[in-house]
C-alpha cells in the first residue's frame, strides 16, 4: 500500500522564498505542492481545487494577512492544518496566528531539514515551533488560569504597565476615555489597590499580566 502524499499549498509574496519552499516540498517523498501563491485572495480562490493538506502561511501579505487568512481557509477546508513562517516572533503575533487556528510557528530562517520535520510534525498530530516560541507558549501558562481580572481589564493594565495613556489606551481599544475609567476603578476594587503603580506591581506578582 502506497504512503499518502500530503498537498501543500504555499502563500508567501516573496517570490524566491517561495520558490525555494516549493522546491524543498517537492523534493520530498512525502509531500507535493498543489498551489502556490503570493497572497490569500488567490489562494482562497482555488483552495477547493488545490484541497491542502497543510498551508505553509507568511503573515506579513498584501491585502488579507496571514492570520485573517488562516481563519479563512479553516472557515472552508477546517481540517487543513496551517503552520505559519514568517521573520517575527513576538508573542501576540504568535497567539493571534495560534488562536486563529494555526498548527505551528515556524522562523523564516528554518533549514530545509526544519521546515520538512515540521510538515511530518503537523500530520502527525504535532505542533511544530521554533525553541524561542516554544518558551514564550510554555510561559504564557504559567499565568494565574483563575484570573479575578476580565479581558478587558487586564488589556488595560498591561498596556498601562508598558506606559501607555488613558487616552492612547481609549484610542487603541476603541473605547471612551470614560470607559478606560471604569475599567481602571473595577481593576483597583479587585486588587485592592489604590494607585496605578500597586496595581500593575499586584497584578504581576499574582501572574494576571
Known sequence: MMAKINRVVIIEDNEPLNDIFREVVNG??????????LNVEDALTFLKSDLPDIVLMDIELPGINGIQGTKEIKKVLPNALVIIVTVYENSKTVFEALCA???GYLTKNATSEKLLKAL?????????MSINIAKMVVQSFQKAPDTILTERETQVLTMLSKGSSYKSIAMDLDISP??????????????????KEDAIKAASKRKLI
Do not use: M, W
Open 28 to 37: 520530498s517523498d512525502d509531500f507535493k505542492v498543489t498551489g502556490s501563491y
Open 101 to 103: 487556528g494555526a498548527t
Open 120 to 128: 511530518k510534525e503537523s500530520v502527525s498530530g504535532g505542533a511544530p
Open 178 to 195: 470614560n470607559t478606560i475609567k471604569y475599567h481602571i476603578k473595577n481593576i483597583y476594587d479587585k486588587l485592592q489597590v489604590h494607585t
